[in-house]
């Protein structure tokens, strides 16, 4: 019978320095590239509500460990024991492998450490301008990622540089294990934006996915939709807050990028996939619902509706 599976998961992952679930997953496919170790199952693992069922993953998790005694030992073996027999085979003190994984297990616990890791610093930002005066142009911008309130204690603060002067944005930031989202509000105003991200990982030297908000320069309210890049910056430093505005037609992000500290390697050739990326599902502009196409439905259902009223 299997015992103490999350205590000796957290033990073994102070041993080897994994800070996170997928570090941990990662290890053992170093051992095993068909290991049944996978993400979704660890997480019950690590909170106790299930143990592993097939035997392999014992036996991975032996070879993992360098141990001379079987998979079935880990499974069965009880907590003082499992301790003693690592820390004796890679020359650590028992109270001191505890000690490590008792902090690690803390820090997990309050700030969700395996998911919200690494976010924090300041990127810049890259995104289709939503302004019918700027159709096709790129628009620069900053956001940044800070400790604050919150389940993730993480909180953002994004800024461009419009012609009508500084927009200011902030929210939440709430990592998951699908995706990373960000849901921000103007600082003395009425705008919002919502990023859908791709999940983070280390070293999280970049962000992509979706913005979603509505045009802050234009004559009509147009719900908007474009691909974002944000490009974590190295100098917190570069990249002042009155750094941004739209970038000239055919200008280069990896120029642009140059300037901010990061220089990238064949500068040509990353500007073609960043112009892919960016461009992508959107026939080079934002996406965006033309107001006369929403009217023409708005007037079916109003019609609909007053005629149906009482």
């Given at each position: 019978m299997a015992q103490h599976i999350a205590q000796k998961l957290r033990l073994t992952s102070a041993l080897l320095g994994t800070v996170t679930r997928k570090d941990l997953a990662a290890a053992f496919r170093a051992v095993n590239p068909k290991t049944a170790?996978?993400?979704?199952?660890?997480?019950?693992?690590?909170?106790?509500?299930?143990?592993?069922?097939?035997m392999s993953v014992y036996d991975d998790w032996a070879r993992l460990l360098e141990l001379e005694q079987a998979g079935a030992w880990i499974a069965e073996s009880d907590?003082?024991?499992?301790?003693?027999?690592?820390?004796?085979?890679?020359?650590?003190?028992?109270?001191?492998?505890?000690?490590?994984?008792?902090?690690?297990?803390?820090?997990?616990?309050?700030?969700?450490?395996?998911?919200?890791?690494?976010?924090?610093?300041?990127?810049a930002c890259y995104s289709r301008a939503w302004s019918p005066y700027y159709r096709g142009q790129l628009i620069k911008g900053r956001l940044a990622i800070e400790?604050?309130?919150?389940?993730?204690?993480?909180?953002?603060?994004?800024?461009e540089t419009l012609p009508t002067g500084q927009l200011q944005l902030g929210g939440p930031v709430n990592p998951a294990k699908r995706g990373l989202y960000v849901h921000l509000k103007e600082v003395g105003g009425d705008a919002q934006f919502f990023l859908c991200l791709f999940p983070h990982t280390q070293p999280v030297s970049v962000l992509g996915g979706y913005m979603c908000g509505a045009a802050i320069i234009g004559?009509?309210?147009?719900?908007?939709?474009?691909?974002i890049l944000l490009v974590r910056l190295r100098d917190a430093g570069l990249g002042a807050e009155a750094w941004g505005g739209y970038l000239p037609a055919g200008g280069s992000i990896t120029a642009d990028l140059a300037d901010l500290g990061i220089a990238v390697e064949h500068p040509e050739?990353?500007?073609?996939?960043?112009?892919?990326?960016?461009?992508?599902?959107?026939?080079?502009?934002?996406?965006?619902?033309?107001?006369?196409?929403f009217r023409a439905v708005l007037?079916?259902?109003?019609?609909?509706?007053?005629?149906?009223?009482g």
């Open positions: 170790f996978d993400l979704g199952r660890a997480d019950k693992w690590l909170q106790g509500r299930a143990r592993p069922r097939q907590l003082t024991s499992f301790t003693a027999a690592i820390a004796a085979r890679h020359g650590i003190d028992s109270a001191e492998l505890e000690r490590r994984a008792g902090m690690q297990f803390e820090a997990s616990a309050h700030d969700e450490r395996g998911l919200g890791s690494g976010l924090a610093g300041i990127y400790a604050g309130p919150g389940v993730h204690g993480l909180t953002a603060t994004y800024r004559p009509e309210a147009q719900p908007s939709i474009t691909r050739t990353v500007d073609r996939q960043l112009e892919q990326f960016l461009g992508a599902d959107s026939g080079g502009g934002a996406n965006q619902i033309p107001p006369a196409d007037d079916v259902f109003d019609r609909h509706w007053l005629q149906h009223a």
